[in-house]
């Protein structure tokens, strides 16, 4: 777009609005600005075009700037900012401006809802979700197709697929994307053979599956661990006429990679490579997690090489998988070099750096860099949270975590979940505030969890509190655990205190909820490469 537009002539509102638009479309901030500057000059208003502009050119602040300045935005403006936010990652912002036409809900489209919805998902707030489907029923957009489409795949994400389920079954018109939300609903919770009967409905219905639908179901079987089941989707897909391309490999890897298959994961990576394919910063996303899996650090430092020799941008996702990675292969040097090389950090990269001071006993830098995020103006969620009182426990520091978990709700506004809870039941039990931990347990609103049962297990264990173990497990803990590593801890408390008939006890309970305790495994990195030289 060179020399978009003239200081001097075609000043005319209609060039001006049409110069915004393209710049708009092209994503071009500079020409933008330079038609802004016009505007200014000319004392013509563009506000909510100019709002689009600098939102579609990511450009959230200036966007937010012309938002503020305009008296009454409509629908355009505010779905900009909708969308612009969401993207930033910003999802309580975004839900913030939605919030804005609920006065005047009439003034909303399905373009809002669609957008609205994706930012439900990005919380993970069914609840908000829920209110919005509501609205969508009243105004009467629960027949538009892309509205269904992004309820199911909103309900689906939430971990609700029966509500996700329900949506679709009542849709009159369904699409190919309506199909292969659901799809994906039920392959990622695992539920394949559900996943199944609905790819084999739809060829029934006379829509043709896409390489959206082919790599969903491929990814699931993946993700399950099932290389057969992988493999004759992908020898399925390529019958149809359908050439496996990058998505499809993509989808393979990752899939492997999710389900700690990270052999399976680096040979298709290496077998990708060999079919002339080459990866992009999305395979390095789901790849970088598999050389978490095996500590291996070398395989990393290969991958990032990779980047930097194909010239890509390390991207906030890519970074933070970058980040996590040398984070579990212990190397905290290059996760906090990564970390810097950043350039628009979002709350999952100043998590992960919070998180890997945190794991390796860095406590005082984990918490300055908590403070630090603050004051940069990032919003702190939930799992910064566990992030930070999981390096409290690790470092000791009962009474700044304690301070920190009772001011999540109040301070920053972040609901108290299970996870939370664990982290502080793990701190206490470490110092061997082994009372305050019991007390905390038996108050606890929610369900105890595997990972609380084990921490104070241990605890009762490391310092001789059998007394209290005993009490809590007859008051509520066995009939919960489904998870082995609490009931071995516990049955060696009553084994140490002669108890057979309760160990006895523990064990048929463990076989009655098919408990097993798995052995123990280490990992031994081999001299393999990915890149030729």
Not at 310 to 326: E, K, P, Q
Not at 414 to 428: G, P
Request: hydrophobic share 40%.
């Amino acid at each position: 777009m060179k020399r978009l537009v003239s200081p001097t002539k075609n000043l005319s509102p209609g060039n001006l609005g049409f110069l915004l638009q393209k710049c708009m479309k092209c994503k071009a901030l500079k020409p933008g600005k330079q038609v802004h500057a016009l505007l200014l000059l000319t004392n013509i208003s563009f506000n909510s075009k100019l709002v689009g502009m600098y939102a579609s050119c990511g450009n959230v602040k200036s966007a937010r700037l012309v938002f503020d300045e305009i008296p009454n935005p409509n629908v355009f403006a505010v779905n900009w900012m909708v969308l612009a936010s969401a993207y930033n990652g910003d999802f309580e912002e975004a839900i913030g401006y939605f919030s804005l036409m609920r006065d005047s809900m009439k003034s909303c489209n399905k373009f809002t809802f669609s957008i609205v919805l994706k930012t439900c998902v990005g919380l993970l707030d069914l609840k908000k979700g829920k209110q919005i489907h509501s609205i969508v029923n009243k105004m009467g957009f629960d027949s538009d197709v892309s509205v269904g489409n992004a309820l199911i795949d909103m309900y689906c994400k939430c971990g609700h697929l029966s509500y996700g389920r329900r949506v679709f079954d009542k849709m009159v018109n369904r699409d190919v994307a309506s199909w292969t939300s659901m799809i994906c609903g039920y392959c990622n919770t695992g539920k394949i053979e559900q996943a199944m009967v609905l790819f084999e409905r739809l060829g029934l219905e006379g829509l043709e599956p896409n390489d959206f639908t082919w790599n969903a179901m491929i990814a699931g079987y993946a993700r399950r661990g099932d290389t057969n089941g992988a493999f004759e989707i992908f020898s399925r897909m390529s019958a149809h006429g359908l050439v496996p391309d990058l998505v499809t490999w993509n989808a393979m890897i990752s899939g492997f990679t999710q389900c700690q298959r990270a052999d399976e994961a680096f040979t298709l990576f290496r077998a990708m490579l060999v079919t002339g394919v080459k990866p992009n910063l999305v395979t390095v996303t789901g790849l970088l997690p598999a050389c978490g899996l095996t500590v291996s650090i070398r395989r990393g430092r290969e991958i990032q090489g990779w980047i930097h020799r194909m010239g890509l941008d390390i991207n906030v996702f890519v970074g933070s998988a970058l980040l996590d990675m040398y984070s579990k292969c212990g190397s905290v040097k290059d996760a906090r070099n990564v970390f810097d090389m950043i350039y628009a950090k979002n709350v999952a990269s100043w998590n992960a750096m919070i998180g890997c001071y945190g794991k390796h006993g860095m406590v005082d830098t984990s918490m300055e860099l908590f403070e630090r995020m603050q004051k940069e103006g990032m919003q702190p969620n939930e799992v910064t949270f566990i992030a930070v009182l999981s390096a409290c426990s690790h470092g000791d520091l009962v009474e700044k975590g304690l301070k920190i978990f009772r001011s999540m709700k109040e301070t920053y506004g972040v609901e108290i979940s299970k996870e939370h809870y664990a982290c502080v039941v793990d701190m206490l039990c470490r110092s061997g505030k082994m009372v305050e931990a019991y007390e905390l347990v038996r108050g606890m609103p929610i369900e105890i969890t595997n990972s609380i049962a084990g921490a104070f297990f241990n605890g009762c264990k490391i310092h001789g509190r059998r007394d209290l173990a005993k009490m809590m497990a007859e008051e509520r803990l066995t009939m919960d655990l489904k998870k082995p590593g609490a009931f071995v801890t516990l049955s060696n408390i009553y084994a140490a205190d002669g108890e057979w008939h309760q160990v006895e006890n523990l064990r048929n309970i463990m076989k009655e909820k098919k408990v097993h305790k798995k052995p123990g495994f280490s990992w031994v990195e081999k001299n393999v490469t990915f890149f030729e030289k």
